[in-house]
Nanobody, 121 residues
Framework: LVQLVESGGGSVQAGGSLRPSCVVS????????MGWFRQAPGKEREGVAAIYTGGGLTYYADPVKGRFTISQDNGKNTLYLQMNSLKPEDTSMYYC??????????????WGQGTQVTVSS
């Protein structure tokens, strides 16, 4: 059974930082893409950042480039998203996903339950 469990969301003021994490279990293959996605009420799910666990290659959506950093701790089977200089428009439910391709949401096989990030102005 593959499980992804996010934590670390919260509420911050604009300009603040958060670092959600995602613990992954049950995936046998050690090389795959993992990603962070977000979805606000009434909007489509959008890709934020992705990382290839086999070599650390990363990919970012334009709105978060230079502010967000995706990383992994293989020893802890954990994925992180360091979010700096947060803006109100970053407010959303954030999901981690595994075994897909880049930021194409429909390609991902496994999803976490989500963690809420709220940024106030």
């Amino acid at each position: 059974l593959v499980q992804l469990v996010e934590s670390g969301g919260g509420s911050v003021q604009a300009g603040g930082s958060l670092r959600p994490s995602c613990v992954v279990s049950g995936l046998i293959n050690s090389r795959y893409w993992m990603g962070w996605f977000r979805q606000a009420p009434g909007k489509e799910r959008e890709g934020v950042a992705a990382i290839y666990t086999g070599g650390g290659l990363t990919y970012y959506a334009d709105p978060v480039k230079g502010r967000f950093t995706i990383s992994q701790d293989n020893g802890k089977n954990t994925l992180y998203l360091q979010m700096n200089s947060l803006k109100p428009e970053d407010t959303s439910m954030y999901y981690c996903a595994a075994n897909g391709r880049l930021l194409l949401a429909s390609s991902y096989s496994y999803w976490g339950q989500g963690t809420q990030v709220t940024v106030s102005s």
